[in-house]
């Protein structure tokens, strides 16, 4: 997934440079993307992922890159971040353990 947000999925946008005569010639603009590894201590993993810069941000924000998953719509996410983000909600839906009478 070169190019691609794997949070956010902001990819790479088309459009025309637009010269002083109204001559339009094609151009595209990529995504400000960066490599950045996060651990999951919950998960006793490590992930690297490419990030947008605003992504990052958005973490930031957030509180962090759990929070920011679980928040993120799954056609966004790339099959990575989907099985951590099914890990994380198992995690979360650890039966309740009953007390002995």
């Known amino acids: 997934m070169s190019r691609v947000c794997e949070l956010t999925g902001k990819r790479p946008s088309t459009g025309h440079n637009v010269s002083h005569s109204n001559r339009r010639t094609l151009r595209w603009w990529a995504p400000n993307l960066k490599v950045r590894t996060f651990t999951f ?3 006793g993993q490590t ?4 990030l947008s810069t605003k ?6 924000k957030l509180g962090g890159i759990s ?4 928040k993120a719509k799954d056609e966004n996410l790339s099959p990575k971040l989907q099985r951590v983000k099914r890990a994380l909600k198992a995690l979360g839906k650890k039966p309740a353990v009953k007390a002995a009478s």
């Open 55 to 60: 992504a990052l941000r958005t973490i930031d």
């Open 67 to 70: 929070a920011a998953i679980r």
């Open 47 to 50: 992930v690297t992922v490419k």
């Open 41 to 43: 201590d919950k998960l």
